[in-house]
């Protein structure tokens, strides 16, 4: 569901455009996006609204598919302090999991996966973890 290298504990971020910025840089670094895909999740948020903030405390940031993307993937950033993304009934955030996919069915599969474990408790569990191997064992990675 998630390599070691696509999470990122203890990440600093003021504002909800910075978080996602954090976890798409994830994927620009693993070479499944190019910034502007990151550009597209942050846009897809300002005209739609924090539709992206799932459950509290947690955000699938994601966009389109685009030319912007080069393979499905995800990432997860456990922010250091939560940030206000503008839902009323899930805010703070705390845990961001960005996704990118080629089409609108090839995530779906692992998207699918990633709900059934974010059950209250994981959630609680997820947003404590101060490293890595933590969110691997929780998630069972």
Known sequence: MLE???????????TWKEA????GEVLVEACSCTTEYIHAMIAAVEELGPYIVITPHVALAHARPSPAINQADMSLVVL???????????????????FCATDDASHLQQLSKLAE?????TINRLSEVE???????ILGC
């Open 20 to 23: 996602i910025k954090a976890a």
């Open 4 to 14: 070691a290298s696509h999470i990122r504990t203890g990440v600093k971020a003021k």
């Open 80 to 98: 250091d302090e939560a940030v206000e993304f503008g839902s009323e009934a899930n805010d703070p955030v705390k845990l961001v999991f960005a």
């Open 117 to 121: 474990k974010l059950n209250p408790e």
């Open 131 to 137: 490293a890595v191997e933590e969110v691997i064992e």
